[in-house]
């Protein structure tokens, strides 16, 4: 039991830090003579995005007199005393409790969209196979959110991503090279935001155009033809930018022949926006 308890310690501590952990505020001052205690969700040189328990509210910074951020809501209620304004501490821990709840829900929304560039190394199986046991491929991709359409963060709400790509298989005479393109949806579990990384599942229809030779027997063909992506992988973001790996599925439709290839991509991105 004694040893239980200490190898429990470290999670009980760790609870009891983050019970500690102050509700972090913000109150500003307007020209008018208003005063709004909140939290800032989003700011930038000309205005900010305020929410509290009355709403969300952008405000252009030239009708800003002051703005105090603040490690506790206490301390706001202080700095309205200094301004000799009437204090409802109850009325001020809602106002920053239903703040800091929105800004939240805004920050694990998947609104950006990442420019991703990753490669894989990919094995044939079936027929195929026994001539081009494997190949290599690059991808250059784009990823959109699309949480903007709910207002809100849901697992099972996808996004968007678009690819491009060039393989490149060889062995002896046999080689099969050249470009691919598709989209489709793309999802991110439990989000694309998520500190601690995340889930992703993609499936992309599309098509490629290929080069075909044998330089045994000479010969050489061009095929344009259906193509159909899945990746299913775990990605980890750091800011702007993350780093993910995945396992790739490709098919290319062929009348004779099946051409299926499993492989495993490594990565990065960034946020374009």
Known sequence: M????IACLPLLL????????????????LVEGSILVGKI??????????????????????HIVDIYKTNDYTEDIEILKKMDRDVNAAEIKKNVEAGQ?????REKMWVNGRISVSGSFNYVFGRVGGKLPYGYS?????????DMALG????????????????????????????NAGGGLMWAVP???????????????????????????????????????????YQVSFGVFS?????????????NVLFNTIGAEAGFGFNAW
């Not at 690059?138 to 699309?146: I, K, N, W």
């Not at 889930?199 to 061009?222: C, H, Q, W, Y």
């Open 101 to 105: 709840v929105k800004k939240e829900i």
């Open 152 to 179: 809100r963060r849901h697992p099972l709400m996808p996004g968007l991503r678009f690819e491009g790509g060039y393989l490149n298989f060889h062995r002896g005479s046999y080689a099969v090279s050249g470009f």
């Open 14 to 29: 760790l609870i009891a830090i983050s019970l500690q952990i102050p509700l972090r505020a913000d109150t500003i001052k």
């Open 2 to 5: 004694r040893k239980l308890i």
């Open 138 to 146: 690059g991808h250059l991709a784009l990823d959109q959110g699309l």
């Open 41 to 62: 969700i989003k700011e930038d040189k000309k205005s900010l995005e305020f929410t509290n328990a009355y709403g969300t509210f952008q405000i252009k910074k030239i």
């Open 191 to 233: 989000s694309m935001k998520n500190r601690g990384g995340c889930f992703v599942f993609a499936m992309m229809p599309g098509a490629s155009l290929l080069d075909i030779t044998n330089s045994e027997s000479g010969g050489r063909a061009k095929s344009y033809t259906f193509t159909a992506q899945a990746i299913a992988g």
């Open 243 to 255: 780093m993910f790996f995945h396992a790739r599925y490709t098919y290319i439709y062929d009348r």
